[in-house]
Nanobody, 127 residues
Framework: VQLQASGGGSVEAGGSLRLSCATSGFAFDTYSIGWFRQAPGKEREGVACFSSAIGMTFYADSVKGRFTISVDNAKKTVYLQMNSLKPVDTAVYYC?????????????????????WGKGTLVTVSS
């Protein structure tokens, strides 16, 4: 199983970035998959998840309305479109997947059932 995140970088507040996570080695369209982040000195938190089994997306309150998760089953890739970025969004962003039925945002936030993790990509938002 491999997950490879890319697309991070430095941007000014209010700007946008799109992260990509290319995957292989598992049944992409049956696994739940999500984006998580960890800022310096803080715990990891779930940002956005897609529950494949029920076709639903979940977001952390802090990113609702600004971030959008999407998947391309043909490419086995998950994206995170990040708009209206804020300095507090600065973190290393990871993609992860697991054979789990996510049913609410809390399960996404806590990375419930996420067994496979890729290396992160750094997002830096300056004020």
């Amino acid at each position: 199983v491999q997950l490879q995140a890319s697309g991070g970088g430095s941007v000014e507040a209010g700007g946008s970035l799109r992260l990509s996570c290319a995957t292989s080695g598992f049944a992409f369209d049956t696994y739940s998959i999500g984006w998580f982040r960890q800022a310096p000195g803080k715990e990891r938190e779930g940002v956005a998840c897609f529950s494949s089994a029920i076709g639903m997306t979940f977001y952390a309150d802090s990113v609702k309305g600004r971030f959008t998760i999407s998947v391309d089953n043909a490419k086995k890739t998950v994206y995170l479109q990040m708009n209206s970025l804020k300095p507090v969004d600065t973190a290393v962003y990871y993609c992860a997947s697991g054979l789990v039925l996510l049913t609410d945002a809390h399960e996404c936030t806590t990375a419930s059932g996420m067994d496979y993790w890729g290396k992160g990509t750094l997002v830096t938002v300056s004020s």
